[in-house]
């Protein structure tokens, strides 16, 4: 795992080296184990590597060995061994033992259709001299980055756009419509950025540059149109499901650094444990987060784990006051705002993990989205069964049922349950049903917009640009498909393998791999009948028969917990002081109305009334973090011109 960047003189200027250097040392701690320079006439790689296989003779940039093919890679293709051994037989010779050459000789072999046979991670680049293109590609399901924009007729591309900010005609400004759809999904849709006029590689795509021309397509779509009911058992389901994410743990235990494993106490990250246990046979290293209180700690399950798996296991341990100090390096690191400090206990996992030695983990990641996991699947579940009978006195209570630990929520009536959780027949009719309640919520924050941003965004409205970009056949699929589909190419790439994911990880040089988003895992969910991943309201269904005696009782039979951690009052203490200094300069009437984004009044009482000691709600606890992120965010990179 490492970073990249590139530059590529469009009017055939050429390459700067000392640019480059200066790119490449902004994402130094993605790969802090060595780095590298290429250039040739307008063409420029940089490349900061994490060493994790070959690591004595994975040197990048790389080419072959008549240099008319170059790369800069970034990510793990854990189907090298056997995609090398096909290309030997058809001639190729290697001259390392890397996936990195692997990748060269597999275009060499079939082009920019060579990417429908990697399984892995990846952002690389490939400059092909013959041709004089450069050739983009990102993974399917979007768990390592890439960003790209246009300077001064020269293209540049990177790991983290804080390296295309290097250049000193990258000048960065915020993008209102973006915070328009984080405001809205938590997360924007691709290619756009926080950033005007800085882009992102979607997931699944690729992007070739040469003869004048940009060319974006995509290779792989998330698609649910062979989905039915199984013509065998679900026991025979879930035994190809194991045999799947054994497969799937095992190519991903492939390093030549050991490997270790994040450990949450649910039922994804310990089923992963697990398997990874049953393949190296040996003691399994874990980690884990633990909170002061117990409606975020789950080390009483985590502890379960351990003791079933007989794993060496690590745990730090994550006070509010630990949220406050690292927050900004969260942001410097996140790039973008977000809406919960669910990311920074993942940061400091992250340090936790290389304080002990270890540059690689397998996660759970990814389970809920594939397989059925989620508590907004059960909602929406629940919400149709409630709409067939809107009168009905008890069907709303379920709704009650489902979030136990949303008190506010207890004390609500069925009118409001009615009108919160959108039951109209003209919302049954939306295609965006399962989701509306959860972003009708967070599109409440932008009433903390100051009245020059509510103007320039007008009567905007990011539904429809997401609307625009769904698949031809999506109208077709099961609404619990359509559901699935929604969190698995939105909210899981834009927030969860990016902000709490690569973003967390890579701040201390951590590769993060997840088993649950093998192609293969993800595709054969993806035909499997809803009934297989929601049975009734039982989440996860098949993979909990697949688990068996995978993992504790306790672990396989509780309920979900979503991963959460302290929010808005992680920033003050009891006595209504700011924990950290930063926190009341980011959020002072001056700097809000400098800045311009939101309505300082409305701050100043939300801040006022977190400083009392108020219980936030959701949607003020949100708020409060979406605000502070977002000053953060102009303070790293907009008010300073870089990070």
Not at 251 to 268: E, K
Request: hydrophobic residues 40%; glycine residues 8%.
């Amino acid at each position: 795992m490492c970073g990249i960047c590139g530059t590529l003189g469009l009017d055939g200027q050429p390459a700067e080296p000392d640019l480059l250097r200066s790119m490449i040392a902004q994402l130094r701690h993605r790969g802090p184990d060595d780095a590298g320079v290429y250039t040739n006439q307008a063409l420029g790689f940089g490349h900061a590597r994490l060493a994790i296989i070959d690591t004595t003779g994975g040197h990048q940039p790389m080419s072959t060995q008549d240099g008319s093919l170059w790369i800069t890679f970034n990510g793990e293709i854990f189907n090298y061994i056997e995609l090398r051994k096909e290309l030997q037989a058809r001639g190729h010779r290697f001259a390392t033992a890397s996936d990195t050459e692997v990748i060269l000789h597999a275009y060499r072999e079939d082009g920019e259709a060579c990417v429908h046979r990697l399984n892995g991670e990846w952002a690389f680049a490939i400059w092909d001299a013959g041709r004089r293109t450069l050739f983009l590609s990102r993974d399917r399901m979007g768990i390592r980055p890439l960003f790209y924009t246009t300077a001064e007729r020269v293209f540049l591309f990177a790991s983290e756009i804080k390296a295309l900010l290097a250049h000193p005609a990258v000048h960065p400004r915020l993008d209102l419509r973006a915070l328009d759809q984080i405001f809205t999904f938590w997360c924007t849709l691709p290619p756009r950025t926080a950033f005007e006029g800085i882009r992102e590689l979607p997931p699944g795509h690729s992007m070739t540059i040469g003869a004048g021309k940009c060319t974006l397509r995509p290779y792989w779509q998330l698609d649910y149109s062979g989905s039915t009911h199984p013509p065998r058992s679900e026991q025979s389901c879930a035994e190809e499901l194991r045999d799947l994410l054994l497969d799937a743990t095992r190519i991903r235990l492939r390093a030549d650094v050991p490997v270790g494993a994040y450990l949450s106490g649910g039922l994804d990250s310990s089923v992963i444990s697990a398997l990874a246990k049953e393949c190296v046979g040996t003691r399994l290293k874990t980690f884990s987060v633990t909170f002061d209180r117990a409606e975020f700690d789950e080390s009483p399950h985590q502890q379960d784990t351990v003791d079933w798996l007989h794993t060496d296991h690590h745990s730090v341990h994550c006070t509010q006051a630990d949220i406050a100090r690292e927050f900004p390096a969260v942001i410097q690191h996140t790039e973008q705002p977000i809406l919960r400090t669910a990311p920074a206990p993942l940061f400091l996992l992250s340090r936790l993990v290389r304080e002990q030695g270890y540059k690689v983990v397998l996660t759970g990641e990814g389970a809920d989205e594939v397989l059925g996991g989620y508590d907004i699947f059960k909602e929406a579940k629940i919400r149709r069964f409630w709409a067939a009978q809107p009168g009905s006195r008890w069907r709303p209570l379920l709704l009650k049922r489902l979030y136990p630990y949303l008190a506010s929520l207890q004390q609500q009536s069925p009118a409001y349950l009615r009108a919160f959780f959108r039951v109209r027949p003209e919302d049954l009719a939306s295609p965006f049903f399962s989701h509306l309640p959860r972003w009708q919520m967070t599109a409440g924050l932008k009433l903390f917009f100051s009245a020059e941003v509510k103007a320039e965004l007008g009567a905007s409205d990011p539904l429809p640009q997401l609307s625009a970009s769904l698949p031809a056949a999506y109208a077709t699929w099961h609404p619990f498909e359509q559901a699935q589909y929604l969190e698995t190419t939105g909210l899981l790439p834009g927030y969860i393998l990016s902000s709490q994911g690569d973003r967390m990880a890579m701040a201390h040089a951590v590769e993060a791999r997840p088993p649950f988003l093998d192609h293969r895992v993800v595709e054969f969910a993806a035909r499997l009948s809803p009934r297989l991943k929601m049975k009734v309201l039982d989440e996860k269904h098949l993979l909990k028969l697949c688990a068996g005696t995978l993992v504790a009782p306790s672990v396989r039979e509780r309920p979900k917990q979503p991963y959460r951690a302290p929010e808005a009052a992680s920033f003050f203490t009891a006595e209504g002081r700011s924990r950290q200094g930063y926190v009341e300069e980011m959020l002072s009437p001056a700097r809000i109305r400098s800045d311009g984004l939101f309505d300082a009044g409305a701050v100043a009482k939300l801040t006022e009334k977190a400083k009392r000691g108020h219980a936030l709600g959701g949607r003020d606890n949100m708020a409060l973090v979406g605000i502070l992120s977002t000053q953060l965010l102009m303070h790293h990179f907009i008010r300073k011109g870089h990070g």
